[in-house]
Protein backbone atom coordinates (compact mmCIF):
# COMPACT_ATOMS: atom_id res chain seq x y z
CA UNK A 1 0.00 0.00 0.00
CA UNK A 2 1.20 3.73 -0.66
CA UNK A 3 1.36 4.46 3.00
CA UNK A 4 0.03 3.41 6.34
CA UNK A 5 -2.82 4.70 8.14
CA UNK A 6 -0.66 5.25 11.17
CA UNK A 7 2.61 5.34 12.58
CA UNK A 8 3.78 4.90 16.15
CA UNK A 9 6.68 6.92 15.30
CA UNK A 10 4.34 9.68 13.92
CA UNK A 11 2.55 10.35 17.10
CA UNK A 12 5.46 10.57 18.95
CA UNK A 13 6.80 13.57 16.97
CA UNK A 14 4.58 16.30 18.05
CA UNK A 15 6.93 19.29 17.71
CA UNK A 16 7.17 19.67 13.76
CA UNK A 17 7.42 23.33 11.84
CA UNK A 18 -8.44 18.87 7.43
CA UNK A 19 -14.38 17.17 5.44
CA UNK A 20 -14.26 18.59 2.62
CA UNK A 21 -17.18 20.43 1.24
CA UNK A 22 -18.36 19.21 -2.59
CA UNK A 23 -16.51 19.82 -5.43
CA UNK A 24 -16.68 22.78 -6.44
CA UNK A 25 -17.06 24.68 -2.78
CA UNK A 26 -14.16 24.86 -0.86
CA UNK A 27 -14.31 25.52 2.99
CA UNK A 28 -12.10 28.10 3.82
CA UNK A 29 -10.28 28.89 6.98
CA UNK A 30 -9.77 31.61 8.46
CA UNK A 31 -6.07 32.45 6.06
CA UNK A 32 -8.53 31.42 3.32
CA UNK A 33 -11.03 33.28 2.47
CA UNK A 34 -12.65 32.16 -0.96
CA UNK A 35 -14.09 35.30 -3.25
CA UNK A 36 -18.08 35.34 -2.51
CA UNK A 37 -18.98 33.81 -5.63
CA UNK A 38 -17.88 30.56 -4.81
CA UNK A 39 -19.36 31.19 -1.12
CA UNK A 40 -22.18 28.83 -0.36
CA UNK A 41 -22.46 29.48 3.32
CA UNK A 42 -21.67 32.69 5.63
CA UNK A 43 -22.03 36.11 5.99
CA UNK A 44 -19.19 38.18 3.97
CA UNK A 45 -16.68 40.19 6.33
CA UNK A 46 -18.31 44.02 6.32
CA UNK A 47 -14.97 45.39 5.19
CA UNK A 48 -14.05 45.20 1.29
CA UNK A 49 -11.76 42.52 0.38
CA UNK A 50 -8.05 43.05 1.14
CA UNK A 51 -6.04 45.07 -1.19
CA UNK A 52 -2.58 43.33 -2.28
CA UNK A 53 -0.27 46.28 -2.45
CA UNK A 54 1.77 47.02 -4.90
CA UNK A 55 5.72 47.34 -4.36
CA UNK A 56 5.87 51.14 -4.35
CA UNK A 57 2.66 51.09 -2.12
CA UNK A 58 3.88 48.46 0.15
CA UNK A 59 4.13 49.22 4.63
CA UNK A 60 8.26 49.32 5.23
CA UNK A 61 6.84 47.46 8.60
CA UNK A 62 4.99 44.49 9.19
CA UNK A 63 1.77 46.05 11.20
CA UNK A 64 -0.40 43.13 13.25
CA UNK A 65 -2.16 45.16 15.23
CA UNK A 66 -5.43 46.35 13.50
CA UNK A 67 -7.19 42.79 13.64
CA UNK A 68 -10.22 44.70 11.21
CA UNK A 69 -7.56 45.03 8.57
CA UNK A 70 -5.87 41.79 8.21
CA UNK A 71 -8.81 39.61 8.73
CA UNK A 72 -10.81 41.83 6.31
CA UNK A 73 -11.39 38.95 3.43
CA UNK A 74 -12.29 36.17 6.15
CA UNK A 75 -16.45 35.52 6.23
CA UNK A 76 -17.60 35.56 9.69
CA UNK A 77 -18.96 32.01 9.43
CA UNK A 78 -15.25 30.85 8.51
CA UNK A 79 -13.65 32.92 11.16
CA UNK A 80 -16.00 31.29 13.52
CA UNK A 81 -15.25 28.00 12.78
CA UNK A 82 -10.97 29.10 12.71
CA UNK A 83 -11.47 30.14 16.27
CA UNK A 84 -13.13 27.44 17.17
CA UNK A 85 -10.87 24.81 15.76
CA UNK A 86 -7.31 26.77 17.13
CA UNK A 87 -9.14 27.30 20.63
CA UNK A 88 -10.05 23.23 20.33
CA UNK A 89 -6.33 22.58 19.98
CA UNK A 90 -5.15 24.98 22.80
CA UNK A 91 -6.98 22.18 25.35
CA UNK A 92 -3.99 19.71 25.88
CA UNK A 93 -6.20 17.31 27.28
CA UNK A 94 -8.41 17.22 24.86
CA UNK A 95 -5.19 17.01 22.65
CA UNK A 96 -3.89 14.18 24.42
CA UNK A 97 -6.83 11.87 24.20
CA UNK A 98 -7.28 12.48 20.17
CA UNK A 99 -3.74 11.67 19.61
CA UNK A 100 -4.48 8.15 22.08
CA UNK A 101 -7.26 7.88 20.11
CA UNK A 102 -6.33 7.75 16.41
CA UNK A 103 -3.28 5.77 17.25
CA UNK A 104 -5.48 2.94 19.53
CA UNK A 105 -7.05 0.12 18.53
CA UNK A 106 -10.26 1.50 18.10
CA UNK A 107 -8.45 2.57 14.69
CA UNK A 108 -9.03 -1.14 13.84
CA UNK A 109 -12.67 -1.30 13.98
CA UNK A 110 -14.60 -0.42 10.64
CA UNK A 111 -17.59 1.46 12.57
CA UNK A 112 -14.97 3.62 15.28
CA UNK A 113 -12.51 4.36 12.45
CA UNK A 114 -14.99 5.53 10.14
CA UNK A 115 -16.59 7.38 12.89
CA UNK A 116 -13.35 9.40 14.15
CA UNK A 117 -12.34 10.12 10.62
CA UNK A 118 -15.37 11.52 9.76
CA UNK A 119 -14.87 13.78 12.96
CA UNK A 120 -11.48 14.60 12.33
CA UNK A 121 -12.15 15.33 8.49
CA UNK A 122 -14.76 17.63 9.45
CA UNK A 123 -12.79 19.52 11.96
CA UNK A 124 -9.30 19.68 11.78
CA UNK A 125 -8.21 18.14 8.16
CA UNK A 126 -10.58 20.79 6.71
CA UNK A 127 -8.65 23.61 8.54
CA UNK A 128 -4.42 22.50 7.99
CA UNK A 129 -5.04 20.53 4.64
CA UNK A 130 -5.91 22.02 1.28
CA UNK A 131 -8.31 18.50 -0.14
CA UNK A 132 -8.07 14.93 -0.76
CA UNK A 133 -6.17 15.16 -4.65
CA UNK A 134 -4.06 17.52 -6.16
CA UNK A 135 -7.10 18.99 -8.21
CA UNK A 136 -8.73 19.97 -5.30
CA UNK A 137 -5.55 21.20 -3.82
CA UNK A 138 -5.03 23.30 -6.39
CA UNK A 139 -8.48 24.66 -6.59
CA UNK A 140 -8.15 25.64 -2.76
CA UNK A 141 -4.94 27.62 -3.66
CA UNK A 142 -6.45 29.25 -7.19
CA UNK A 143 -9.46 30.54 -4.18
CA UNK A 144 -6.46 31.35 -1.29
CA UNK A 145 -4.92 33.83 -3.72
CA UNK A 146 -8.00 35.05 -5.66
CA UNK A 147 -8.98 36.46 -1.83
CA UNK A 148 -5.98 37.18 -0.09
CA UNK A 149 -3.23 37.36 -2.59
CA UNK A 150 -1.37 34.46 -0.53
CA UNK A 151 0.30 31.73 -2.71
CA UNK A 152 0.11 28.20 -2.07
CA UNK A 153 2.59 25.63 -1.98
CA UNK A 154 1.39 21.83 -2.79
CA UNK A 155 2.35 19.00 -0.58
CA UNK A 156 1.46 15.63 -1.08
CA UNK A 157 0.98 14.47 2.42
CA UNK A 158 2.01 11.51 2.21
CA UNK A 159 5.58 10.97 4.38
CA UNK A 160 6.56 8.32 4.70
CA UNK A 161 7.31 4.83 2.45
CA UNK A 162 8.52 1.59 3.38
CA UNK A 163 9.17 -0.78 0.29
CA UNK A 164 10.04 0.22 -3.66
CA UNK A 165 6.27 -0.14 -4.68
CA UNK A 166 5.10 2.86 -2.16
CA UNK A 167 7.69 4.77 -3.35
CA UNK A 168 6.81 4.46 -6.81
CA UNK A 169 3.24 4.93 -6.22
CA UNK A 170 4.49 8.03 -4.58
CA UNK A 171 6.47 9.52 -7.09
CA UNK A 172 3.35 9.52 -9.48
CA UNK A 173 1.38 11.35 -6.78
CA UNK A 174 4.29 14.08 -6.47
CA UNK A 175 4.43 14.31 -10.70
CA UNK A 176 0.72 14.52 -10.06
CA UNK A 177 1.02 17.58 -7.92
CA UNK A 178 3.61 19.07 -10.30
CA UNK A 179 0.81 18.98 -12.74
CA UNK A 180 -1.57 20.32 -10.86
CA UNK A 181 0.70 23.44 -9.93
CA UNK A 182 1.75 24.20 -13.55
CA UNK A 183 -1.94 24.38 -14.29
CA UNK A 184 -2.03 27.00 -11.88
CA UNK A 185 -1.38 30.93 -12.81
CA UNK A 186 2.00 31.47 -11.75
CA UNK A 187 1.53 34.43 -9.66
CA UNK A 188 -1.38 31.95 -7.30
CA UNK A 189 1.26 29.37 -6.26
CA UNK A 190 5.19 29.46 -5.29
CA UNK A 191 6.58 25.67 -5.40
CA UNK A 192 5.90 22.15 -4.45
CA UNK A 193 7.19 19.86 -1.31
CA UNK A 194 8.81 16.96 -2.23
CA UNK A 195 9.65 14.34 1.35
CA UNK A 196 12.18 12.26 0.27
CA UNK A 197 10.73 9.88 3.10
CA UNK A 198 8.15 9.21 0.60
CA UNK A 199 10.41 7.50 -2.30
CA UNK A 200 13.20 6.35 -0.44
CA UNK A 201 12.69 3.66 1.84
CA UNK A 202 12.87 4.59 5.89
CA UNK A 203 15.42 1.60 6.53
CA UNK A 204 17.83 2.65 3.60
CA UNK A 205 17.80 6.55 4.19
CA UNK A 206 18.60 5.32 7.75
CA UNK A 207 21.80 2.81 6.74
CA UNK A 208 22.80 5.64 3.72
CA UNK A 209 23.01 8.55 6.58
CA UNK A 210 25.24 5.85 8.86
CA UNK A 211 27.56 5.43 5.77
CA UNK A 212 28.03 8.97 5.33
CA UNK A 213 28.38 9.59 8.79
CA UNK A 214 31.17 6.80 9.39
CA UNK A 215 32.62 8.75 5.93
CA UNK A 216 32.86 11.80 7.65
CA UNK A 217 34.21 10.09 11.24
CA UNK A 218 37.07 8.14 8.77
CA UNK A 219 38.71 10.17 6.20
CA UNK A 220 40.34 6.77 4.42
CA UNK A 221 36.84 5.08 4.79
CA UNK A 222 35.26 5.91 0.75
CA UNK A 223 31.71 5.21 -0.51
CA UNK A 224 32.00 4.29 -4.32
CA UNK A 225 28.25 5.02 -5.06
CA UNK A 226 28.39 7.95 -3.53
CA UNK A 227 27.43 10.95 -6.38
CA UNK A 228 28.68 14.64 -6.39
CA UNK A 229 27.28 16.34 -3.51
CA UNK A 230 27.72 19.70 -1.14
CA UNK A 231 28.47 18.86 2.81
CA UNK A 232 26.18 18.08 4.58
CA UNK A 233 27.81 18.00 8.13
CA UNK A 234 29.91 20.32 10.12
CA UNK A 235 32.85 19.53 12.74
CA UNK A 236 29.70 20.32 15.46
CA UNK A 237 27.07 17.67 13.72
CA UNK A 238 25.77 14.62 15.57
CA UNK A 239 27.25 11.69 14.89
CA UNK A 240 26.33 10.11 17.79
CA UNK A 241 24.38 7.79 15.90
CA UNK A 242 26.85 5.85 14.27
CA UNK A 243 29.21 4.68 16.70
CA UNK A 244 30.83 1.57 14.88
CA UNK A 245 31.86 0.55 11.22
CA UNK A 246 28.02 0.27 9.31
CA UNK A 247 28.12 -2.86 7.05
CA UNK A 248 28.64 -1.77 2.96
CA UNK A 249 25.03 -1.75 1.28
CA UNK A 250 24.16 -4.53 -0.44
CA UNK A 251 23.86 -5.08 -3.85
CA UNK A 252 19.98 -4.71 -3.64
CA UNK A 253 20.56 -2.03 -1.15
CA UNK A 254 22.40 -0.12 -4.13
CA UNK A 255 20.05 -0.98 -7.08
CA UNK A 256 17.18 0.52 -4.24
CA UNK A 257 19.03 3.43 -3.57
CA UNK A 258 19.80 3.88 -7.51
CA UNK A 259 15.88 3.61 -8.04
CA UNK A 260 15.82 6.33 -5.73
CA UNK A 261 18.02 8.72 -7.25
CA UNK A 262 15.94 8.00 -10.26
CA UNK A 263 12.73 8.97 -8.36
CA UNK A 264 13.88 12.23 -7.23
CA UNK A 265 15.49 13.09 -10.77
CA UNK A 266 12.28 12.28 -12.10
CA UNK A 267 10.44 14.71 -9.84
CA UNK A 268 13.16 17.46 -10.30
CA UNK A 269 13.17 16.75 -14.21
CA UNK A 270 9.58 17.48 -14.35
CA UNK A 271 10.02 20.61 -12.45
CA UNK A 272 12.62 22.24 -14.46
CA UNK A 273 10.76 21.68 -17.17
CA UNK A 274 7.62 22.87 -15.83
CA UNK A 275 9.89 25.87 -14.23
CA UNK A 276 8.20 24.58 -10.54
CA UNK A 277 10.63 25.14 -7.56
CA UNK A 278 11.01 21.84 -5.77
CA UNK A 279 11.57 22.27 -1.63
CA UNK A 280 12.96 19.08 -0.05
CA UNK A 281 11.58 19.05 3.22
CA UNK A 282 13.37 17.56 6.73
CA UNK A 283 13.40 15.08 9.08
CA UNK A 284 15.10 13.55 12.17
CA UNK A 285 19.12 14.06 12.36
CA UNK A 286 18.86 10.03 11.94
CA UNK A 287 18.05 10.59 8.33
CA UNK A 288 18.78 13.72 7.47
CA UNK A 289 22.24 13.39 6.37
CA UNK A 290 20.94 11.11 3.61
CA UNK A 291 17.89 13.73 2.50
CA UNK A 292 20.68 16.40 2.75
CA UNK A 293 22.94 14.16 0.27
CA UNK A 294 19.94 13.71 -1.74
CA UNK A 295 18.67 16.90 -2.30
CA UNK A 296 22.20 18.70 -2.98
CA UNK A 297 23.34 16.19 -5.35
CA UNK A 298 19.83 16.62 -7.41
CA UNK A 299 20.49 20.30 -7.22
CA UNK A 300 23.99 20.35 -9.06
CA UNK A 301 22.54 18.07 -11.52
CA UNK A 302 19.15 20.74 -12.02
CA UNK A 303 19.78 24.18 -10.64
CA UNK A 304 21.09 25.14 -13.98
CA UNK A 305 19.60 28.57 -14.14
CA UNK A 306 21.38 31.25 -12.78
CA UNK A 307 18.95 33.26 -11.85
CA UNK A 308 16.47 30.94 -9.87
CA UNK A 309 17.26 27.32 -8.55
CA UNK A 310 14.87 24.85 -9.56
CA UNK A 311 15.94 22.84 -6.16
CA UNK A 312 15.89 23.92 -2.45
CA UNK A 313 17.14 22.31 0.76
CA UNK A 314 15.92 22.77 4.33
CA UNK A 315 17.68 24.30 7.11
CA UNK A 316 16.23 23.45 11.15
CA UNK A 317 18.05 25.99 12.55
CA UNK A 318 17.37 24.14 16.19
CA UNK A 319 20.37 22.05 15.32
CA UNK A 320 23.24 23.35 16.95
CA UNK A 321 25.15 23.35 13.91
CA UNK A 322 22.54 24.38 11.49
CA UNK A 323 24.72 27.64 10.71
CA UNK A 324 27.62 25.82 9.71
CA UNK A 325 26.50 23.20 8.11
CA UNK A 326 24.51 25.99 5.88
CA UNK A 327 27.63 28.39 5.69
CA UNK A 328 29.79 24.62 4.70
CA UNK A 329 26.70 23.86 1.90
CA UNK A 330 26.85 28.06 0.55
CA UNK A 331 30.66 27.86 0.03
CA UNK A 332 30.75 24.84 -1.52
CA UNK A 333 27.93 25.64 -4.03
CA UNK A 334 29.31 28.94 -4.90
CA UNK A 335 32.75 27.27 -5.53
CA UNK A 336 30.96 25.31 -8.30
CA UNK A 337 28.83 27.92 -9.35
CA UNK A 338 26.07 26.21 -8.48
CA UNK A 339 22.54 28.31 -7.86
CA UNK A 340 21.21 27.02 -4.61
CA UNK A 341 17.83 27.51 -2.77
CA UNK A 342 17.17 27.00 0.90
CA UNK A 343 14.04 26.95 3.62
CA UNK A 344 14.58 27.92 6.69
CA UNK A 345 12.71 26.87 9.61
CA UNK A 346 13.24 26.75 12.76
CA UNK A 347 12.65 22.81 13.61
CA UNK A 348 10.34 19.46 13.52
CA UNK A 349 11.60 17.18 15.73
CA UNK A 350 12.42 17.96 19.14
CA UNK A 351 10.94 15.56 21.46
CA UNK A 352 12.18 12.64 19.56
CA UNK A 353 15.61 14.07 18.99
CA UNK A 354 16.21 14.39 22.56
CA UNK A 355 14.55 11.10 23.33
CA UNK A 356 17.00 8.86 21.42
CA UNK A 357 20.44 11.29 21.86
CA UNK A 358 19.29 10.49 25.80
CA UNK A 359 18.90 7.08 24.85
CA UNK A 360 22.43 6.52 23.54
CA UNK A 361 23.64 8.40 26.31
CA UNK A 362 24.56 12.06 24.32
CA UNK A 363 23.16 15.47 24.43
CA UNK A 364 20.56 16.38 22.66
CA UNK A 365 21.40 18.15 18.95
CA UNK A 366 19.31 20.80 19.22
CA UNK A 367 19.94 24.32 21.08
CA UNK A 368 19.52 24.07 24.74
CA UNK A 369 16.65 27.50 24.97
CA UNK A 370 14.41 28.73 22.52
CA UNK A 371 16.41 32.08 22.70
CA UNK A 372 19.57 30.25 21.15
CA UNK A 373 17.14 28.90 18.39
CA UNK A 374 15.83 32.22 17.38
CA UNK A 375 19.24 33.70 17.55
CA UNK A 376 20.19 30.48 14.87
CA UNK A 377 17.53 31.18 12.50
CA UNK A 378 17.87 35.05 12.79
CA UNK A 379 21.78 34.71 11.86
CA UNK A 380 20.90 31.75 9.20
CA UNK A 381 18.39 34.06 7.57
CA UNK A 382 20.51 37.34 7.75
CA UNK A 383 23.22 35.52 6.05
CA UNK A 384 21.02 34.03 3.39
CA UNK A 385 19.12 37.69 2.62
CA UNK A 386 23.18 38.94 1.78
CA UNK A 387 23.45 36.01 -0.53
CA UNK A 388 20.25 36.61 -2.18
CA UNK A 389 20.55 40.55 -2.41
CA UNK A 390 23.61 40.58 -4.02
CA UNK A 391 22.90 39.44 -7.43
CA UNK A 392 23.56 35.86 -7.05
CA UNK A 393 21.19 32.93 -7.97
CA UNK A 394 20.16 32.18 -4.31
CA UNK A 395 16.39 31.92 -3.50
CA UNK A 396 15.69 32.20 0.35
CA UNK A 397 12.18 31.12 1.59
CA UNK A 398 11.64 31.90 5.49
CA UNK A 399 9.33 29.38 6.95
CA UNK A 400 8.59 31.15 10.42
CA UNK A 401 5.73 31.79 12.41
CA UNK A 402 7.70 33.98 14.84
CA UNK A 403 6.72 37.90 14.29
CA UNK A 404 9.74 39.05 15.42
CA UNK A 405 11.65 37.21 12.71
CA UNK A 406 9.02 38.63 10.34
CA UNK A 407 9.92 42.34 11.67
CA UNK A 408 13.67 41.72 10.86
CA UNK A 409 13.63 40.52 7.61
CA UNK A 410 11.52 43.01 6.79
CA UNK A 411 14.06 45.81 8.19
CA UNK A 412 16.92 43.76 6.73
CA UNK A 413 14.80 43.57 3.49
CA UNK A 414 14.38 47.37 3.02
CA UNK A 415 18.65 47.44 4.56
CA UNK A 416 19.45 45.60 1.67
CA UNK A 417 16.85 47.06 -1.00
CA UNK A 418 15.36 43.68 -1.28
CA UNK A 419 13.11 43.63 -4.45
CA UNK A 420 9.65 41.89 -2.67
CA UNK A 421 8.54 40.28 -5.91
CA UNK A 422 10.90 39.01 -7.63
CA UNK A 423 10.64 35.93 -5.93
CA UNK A 424 14.32 35.33 -4.38
CA UNK A 425 13.10 35.90 -1.02
CA UNK A 426 9.78 34.86 0.25
CA UNK A 427 7.61 34.08 3.55
CA UNK A 428 5.77 30.84 4.19
CA UNK A 429 3.15 29.47 6.91
CA UNK A 430 1.45 26.34 8.08
CA UNK A 431 -2.07 26.72 6.03
CA UNK A 432 -4.48 27.09 8.86
CA UNK A 433 -1.71 28.55 11.69
CA UNK A 434 -0.27 32.40 11.83
CA UNK A 435 -2.52 33.87 9.35
CA UNK A 436 -2.40 37.33 11.13
CA UNK A 437 1.46 37.06 10.07
CA UNK A 438 0.80 35.74 6.90
CA UNK A 439 -1.42 38.85 5.87
CA UNK A 440 0.81 40.83 7.92
CA UNK A 441 3.85 40.13 5.52
CA UNK A 442 1.71 40.16 2.37
CA UNK A 443 0.53 43.98 3.18
CA UNK A 444 4.16 44.58 3.47
CA UNK A 445 4.77 43.88 0.11
CA UNK A 446 6.49 40.84 0.81
CA UNK A 447 5.68 36.89 -1.19
CA UNK A 448 3.67 34.97 1.26
CA UNK A 449 2.48 31.35 0.83
CA UNK A 450 1.09 28.60 3.07
CA UNK A 451 2.23 24.97 2.75
CA UNK A 452 -0.85 23.28 1.88
CA UNK A 453 -0.50 19.54 2.43
CA UNK A 454 -3.49 17.54 0.62
CA UNK A 455 -3.77 13.81 0.64
CA UNK A 456 -6.79 10.98 1.79
CA UNK A 457 -8.04 12.12 5.96
CA UNK A 458 -5.87 8.93 6.57
CA UNK A 459 -2.87 9.95 5.61
CA UNK A 460 -3.03 13.10 7.00
CA UNK A 461 -3.15 12.11 10.56
CA UNK A 462 0.04 12.25 11.66
CA UNK A 463 0.51 15.91 10.14
CA UNK A 464 -2.90 16.81 12.10
CA UNK A 465 -1.42 15.42 15.24
CA UNK A 466 1.97 17.65 15.03
CA UNK A 467 -0.20 20.39 14.04
CA UNK A 468 -2.36 19.86 17.04
CA UNK A 469 0.51 20.29 19.85
CA UNK A 470 1.58 23.25 18.17
CA UNK A 471 -1.40 24.53 18.90
CA UNK A 472 -1.54 23.03 22.63
CA UNK A 473 -1.59 25.56 25.16
CA UNK A 474 -2.32 29.26 26.14
CA UNK A 475 1.78 30.06 24.94
CA UNK A 476 1.34 27.94 21.99
CA UNK A 477 1.85 28.80 18.25
CA UNK A 478 -1.74 29.77 17.41
CA UNK A 479 -1.87 32.08 20.60
CA UNK A 480 -1.76 35.35 18.40
CA UNK A 481 -4.46 34.31 15.78
CA UNK A 482 -6.65 32.73 18.35
CA UNK A 483 -6.65 36.66 20.25
CA UNK A 484 -6.67 38.80 17.49
CA UNK A 485 -10.08 36.37 15.83
CA UNK A 486 -11.64 36.92 19.21
CA UNK A 487 -10.96 40.71 18.74
CA UNK A 488 -11.98 40.74 15.13
CA UNK A 489 -15.22 38.63 16.61
CA UNK A 490 -16.15 40.72 19.43
CA UNK A 491 -15.75 44.19 17.01
CA UNK A 492 -18.12 42.50 14.15
CA UNK A 493 -20.76 41.16 16.74
CA UNK A 494 -21.14 45.24 18.22
CA UNK A 495 -20.52 46.62 14.78
CA UNK A 496 -23.64 44.24 13.96
CA UNK A 497 -25.17 45.51 16.82
CA UNK A 498 -24.81 49.02 16.42
Keep these: MAARLLRTNFIRRPYRFSALNPVGQPTVTASTAVVPEILSFGQQAPEPPVHHPKPNEAHHDIDLSDQARLFASVPTSD ?15 MVDLGSWVMSSKLMETALTRDMVLGLVK ?40 DDAASCDDNMHHFLRTIEAAKSLPTSHFSSVVVKITAICPISLLKRVSDLLRWEYKTKNFKLSWKLKSFPVFSDSSPLYHTNSEPEPLTAEEERELEAAHV ?7 KCQESNVPLLV ?18 AILFNADKDRPIVYNTIQAY ?22 GFKLVRGAYMSSEARLADSLGHKSPVHDTIQNTHDCYNNCMTFLMEKASNGSGFGVVLATHNADSGRLASKKASELNIDKENGKIEFAQLYGMSDALSFGLK ?15 ETAIPYLVRRAYENRGMMATGATDRHLMRMELKRR ?3 GNA
Excluded at 263 to 269: A, F, N, S, T
Excluded at 281 to 298: G, H, K, R
Design 122 to 161: STFYDHFCAGEDADAAAQRVRSVYEATGLKGMLVYGVEHA
Design 493 to 495: LLA
Design 281 to 298: DAEDTILQPAIDYMAYSS
Design 263 to 269: RIQDICR
Design 319 to 340: LRDAGERLHLAVQEAEKENVPM
Design 79 to 93: LLRSTAVLHAAAIGP
Design 443 to 457: RAGFNVSKYMPFGPV
